[in-house]
């Protein structure tokens, strides 16, 4: 079983010092065990980097949650962050996001079974197993050398196998979600001209 809790603004970075979630959707908000509710965020919002000195938007970390398992936000028009997403910053390494006060919600991943949880039990719904699909696949971020995100550019991705398969940047600068595959493999990117 994995949980990955969702993000709200003020979540801490784990770049350290007040690096924190800047931004968040004020009409989706998530009650903290603090008792005050927060502003949830999702992808494209923004979070503050204290170890460069620069805001850069929210995108899906690797091994996060796919799209299909995220919540689709009509009004913000864009999924929702958990921990383990990052940010893309002007650091060499992007920061990683903590969840720490909109823990009350999460989604929880099983082999089997997929579930959405207000409250996290740790027992797995409909007698699914705890353990998690040996399988790995992700979304890669390709940013500019600026840390900006390559957004709307055509790619190639060439896979492990030979094989290659094609896309296009979202605005947050994600590829699709490669096929998946039961062990790491190396890949290559190739940017259309």
């Known amino acids: 079983m994995a949980i990955f809790y969702h993000v709200v603004e003020g979540d ?22 603090d008792g005050r509710s927060r502003a949830q965020a999702f992808l494209g919002h923004k979070a503050w980097c204290d170890a460069c000195k620069s805001a850069g938007v929210i995108v899906a970390g690797p091994g996060t949650p796919g799209y299909d398992m995220r919540l689709f936000d009509e009004a913000v028009r ?80 060439e896979r492990g196998s030979g094989t290659f398969e094609y896309g296009e940047t979202d605005h947050n600068g994600q590829t699709h979600l490669l096929s998946a595959v039961r062990a790491a493999e190396h890949i290559k990117v190739y940017l259309a001209g």
Do not use: M, Q
């Not at 784990?14 to 968040?24: A, C, F, H, P, Q």
């Not at 997929?114 to 996290?120: A, I, N, Q, V």
């Open 12 to 33: 801490p970075l784990d770049s350290g010092g007040s690096s924190r979630v800047i931004e968040g959707n004020s009409s989706a908000t998530i009650k903290g065990e």
């Open 78 to 157: 864009e999924h929702e962050a958990v921990e383990g997403d990052l940010v893309a910053c002007r650091c060499e390494r992007p920061a990683r996001i903590i969840a720490v006060y909109g823990r009350r919600s999460s989604i929880n991943t099983y082999a089997e079974n997929l579930s959405l949880s207000g409250s996290p039990s740790g027992n797995a719904p409909n007698g699914a197993s705890a353990a998690l699909a040996v399988n790995f696949g992700d979304r890669y971020v390709l940013l500019e050398a600026s840390g900006e995100p390559l957004a709307n550019v055509a790619y190639a991705v």
